[in-house]
């Protein structure tokens, strides 16, 4: 396993380099700024890169990035005003939001960012953005479940789907936003009822990611899984034969869409509190809500549009729309807690 540390030292020499020779600049709407940018990324660089390239392409700004799934933020706090950062990524509300708590992100102002981004979907102190949606879905088998036997997340807990439910652990960000959302629609002794009846409808232990609940079912283990819409979308139009296996076996569901709506979660990032390069740093963030780049995002990863003005091409167009909930996503960060101790009780 690669340390952050060995992956950060030839990114820090970089950017020692860069700071002790002459700035470089460039040109943007008549302002100036660096020409380099620095980020922190928990995205992968498969995903990232062709966002980079194309604020490149537009802008003439460079980009230095640190990938790592873990750590980074422990790393800002250790680094202090000495950080290189200027921009962090990641996904999920809670992850954004420990950052925000760790006052590791500077608020920002740009009317580019309150226009293209609803205001449910940023903080209110403007700490950090979402940048791109996704929801979390029900799949189901296409062999053995008809397609409107499910149409609730809330039917996960009914006795039928006895040991025949797979999910990943609880305690993941994704499921615990999950619970989180149940949490805000019903109340905690509600979403504690639900989230017992679940774990008892379990036709394993919680394991594996979300593409492995794609592979239970293609494997008979279960007939219904909790995963993340994108998933089908990698496993489908892959380069891994098995993947695409998977997804032909099974079936999407878009829960309570005569109710509140399908549980929605985020990618998003901020401005590093101490960074060096701040105009160009809320140059990228209002780059990642223009059209461009928000089709790619449907394009690279099958994620949703933020901005309401980007209508989801390709793929995601094919899928149809559906109804959202509509619960500000800085909600599901203050429920979180909330909902880690629902999973703890019913030990998902």
Partial sequence: MISLSTIFGPFRRLYIGVMTSVAMT????????????????????????????????????ETNV????????????????????DVVLTVDISRLSEYAELDLLSPVQSDILTKNIPSKFRAADNRWFALSTRTRIIAVSKDRVEPDAI???????KPEWEGRVCSR???????????????????????????????????RKPQGNDRA??????????????????????????????????????????????GRGAHVNVSGGGVAKHSPNREAAI????????????????????????????APGGVLQAWGAFKADE????????LAPMAQKVIDRVGW
């Fill in 169 to 203: 652990k609880g305690s993941h960000v994704y499921n615990r936003s999950l619970v989180a959302s149940v949490i805000a629609a019903h109340g905690e002794a509600a979403a504690t009822e639900w989230a017992d009846g679940v774990v008892a409808n379990f036709a």
């Fill in 26 to 61: 460039t040109f943007i709407a008549g302002e100036i700024v660096a020409a380099e940018l620095n980020i922190y990324s928990h995205r992968q660089q498969f995903l990232l890169q062709p966002f980079l390239d194309a604020f490149t392409t537009e802008t003439g700004i």
């Fill in 213 to 258: 609940q794609a592979k239970a079912i293609f494997q008979g283990q279960c007939d219904v899984a909790i995963m993340n819409h994108y998933y089908f979308g990698k496993m489908l139009y892959g380069d891994k034969a098995e993947q695409k296996d998977w997804a032909n076996a099974i079936n999407l569901i878009f829960t309570n869409q005569n």
């Fill in 66 to 85: 640190v990938y790592a799934s873990k750590g980074l933020a422990q790393r800002l706090q250790a680094e202090g005003e000495a950080s290189p950062a």
């Fill in 327 to 334: 619960l500000p996503i800085e909600r599901l960060a203050e």
């Fill in 283 to 310: 140059k990228f963030l209002e780059f990642l809500t223009m059209p461009v780049a928000q089709q790619l995002y449907g394009e690279v990863n099958f994620e949703y549009p933020v901005n309401p003005q980007v």
């Fill in 151 to 157: 149409a609730d997340l809330e039917d996960l807990a």
